[in-house]
């Protein structure tokens, strides 16, 4: 297993479900939407719509891509 990344912070988090161990599954408020207290990730940095994000769980590193983008709009 990785360590977590020195530069992780505490206060950078992102709530993305891990594909590697999936601890979010059956959880209520992830399933609704919601900023669980228990199943965030470390947000390590952007780039654009892509976050780089790590499990700390189980210490996963991986690229989530938002798909979000400023100023667009759907018609």
Request: hydrophobic share 25%; glycine share 10%; proline share 7%.
């Amino acid at each position: 297993m990785l360590p977590i990344d020195p530069h992780a912070d505490l206060g950078r988090r992102a709530w993305v479900p891990c594909p590697r161990c999936r601890d979010d599954e059956g959880c209520a408020e992830c399933g609704a939407g919601r900023n669980c207290r228990d199943h965030w990730r470390y947000l390590l940095s952007t780039t654009g719509t892509l976050l780089h994000v790590q499990c700390p769980g189980c210490a996963h590193l991986w690229d989530h891509e938002t798909r979000f983008r400023h100023g667009t709009r759907r018609h």
